[in-house]
């Protein structure tokens, strides 16, 4: 099928903008291979199925200056191997990477040809992920990228590996693409912490071979008038377990997409976010999980807070191969909306074609439960606390994904102390 002229003409003006110098022969191949994709798919555009809900002109455009808020980091480095970005650029001076034998840690541009098996990875499952649905923004990534993180995971990492992000510049654009591969039996907690820059674009690839797990925390940081899209590729081996939880706090335009394939039997995957916003805000998350093996389980769970005309949107969908039997697949996204001018829009998916399965998908929309408001006034808790505990209460479900309770914890004070920040 012929691309529309005008896709086709925001596939060169995106390239143009975002070229880099080629000074890593072995990223040459993958780079070139994903402009030819993007050239084929053209630039996102309104009246594509899956950006209907989400105009994508923000991310096609100039960046526009955003004012910085300043916000206490969530996660300690103390307790991290620490690695640092400055507007989506690297800052080896204030990084403490470790010396964990279980991990071998280089950034992108400090990559080279040694890298074989990075050179194998990069783009490779971004290149899978476009099918059936194309992924203009991470193939642009691909293409463009000139930072990032590649880790080699072999065995059970002691510390977690954190990704600090700091905004400095008001108008900075990032383009970050980050490879993970987990070889069997390994293990890693990966977190992320900050807001990237004024408008990022974030590609994470992660291989979770047979055995191995992979934990994923991030907040995206609190800035009201940042851009972001990003997109996580997942897959799995048999026994294989992959988390994923993003909290979202503001932000004028966030998109995160992932698309996870359990390719082995026994394999788990649980994507979970939490998201609250005012105003402008408009937070999509959109979500694609294949089971193409046996004994599989995958949950999704999105909670979104709305209010003063905030928009949410959530396109999720669970695909069932033939042969993938006893599969069992949750879905769920709610909207709680806080007035009369915000929105919640959800498409929940299911496809399946294996005879054995158990999936449920749901998605409701609403508003505070008077009843429950009342109760709690009438014993005596102000108005303004009681409607943050039924909203902490509504977010709970998909905070409580996340594994680690101490990390669960500080992800609620954060919530509260955000709430209490933007009562009216």
């Known amino acids: 099928m012929a691309v529309a002229a005008h896709k086709s003409d925001g596939a060169a003006a995106l390239l143009a903008r975002h070229a880099q110098p080629r000074p890593l022969s072995w990223l040459e191949a993958a780079r070139d291979s994903a402009a030819m994709r993007l050239n084929a798919m053209g630039a996102p555009h309104g009246r594509d199925e899956y950006w209907r809900y989400t105009p994508p002109a923000q991310f096609l455009g100039d960046v526009a200056a955003v004012p910085h808020v300043e916000d206490a980091p969530l996660f300690a480095a103390d307790d991290a191997y620490t690695l640092v970005f400055v507007d989506g650029v690297f800052d080896a001076a204030q990084s403490e990477p470790g010396n964990d034998p ?71 654009e990032a383009m970050l693409h980050h490879v993970i591969k987990l070889d069997a039996g390994a293990s890693l907690t990966l977190l992320e912490d900050g807001v990237i820059a004024a408008r990022s674009n974030v590609v994470l690839e992660v291989d979770v071979a047979d055995g191995a797990a992979f934990d994923h925390i991030r907040n995206q940081g609190r800035d009201h008038g940042r851009v972001l899209a990003s997109h996580i590729f997942a897959r799995l081996g048999a026994g294989a377990l992959f988390k994923s939880f993003t909290l979202s706090l503001n932000g004028l335009l966030s998109r995160n997409e992932a698309v996870i394939t359990l390719t082995g039997d026994n394999a788990s995957a649980h994507i979970s976010g939490a998201a609250v916003g005012d105003g402008a805000f408009l937070h999509d998350d959109t979500i694609f999980i294949t089971h193409d093996a046996e004994h599989c389980e995958s949950r999704q769970v999105f909670k979104k807070v709305l209010r003063n005309g905030a928009n949410g949107v959530f396109q999720g969908k669970i695909l069932v191969k033939p042969g993938a039997q006893k599969t069992d697949g949750y879905q769920i996204s709610q909207g709680l909306l806080l007035d009369d001018d915000s929105n919640f829009l959800a498409k929940p998916e299911l496809e399946i074609y294996a005879d054995d399965v158990v999936c449920s998908h749901g998605s409701t929309c609403g508003s505070v439960d008077e009843t429950a408001l009342f109760y709690l006034t009438s014993r005596g808790v102000p108005r303004a606390d009681a409607q943050d505990l039924l909203v902490l209460a509504f977010l709970d479900e998909a905070i409580a994904e996340i594994g680690d309770d101490d990390l669960a914890d500080t992800l609620r004070t954060r919530l509260g102390g955000w709430l209490a920040r933007h009562r009216k």
């Open 102 to 172: 279980a991990l071998r840690i280089q950034t992108l541009d400090a990559a080279n040809a040694d890298i074989h098996w990075a050179a194998e990875s990069y783009g490779a499952l971004e290149t899978a992920g476009q099918n059936p649905v194309p992924r203009p923004l991470a193939a642009l990534n691909t293409a463009t990228a000139g930072q990032g993180v590649l880790i080699r995971v072999s065995g059970k990492a002691t510390k977690p590996v954190l990704l600090r992000h700091i905004r400095s510049a008001a108008n900075a």
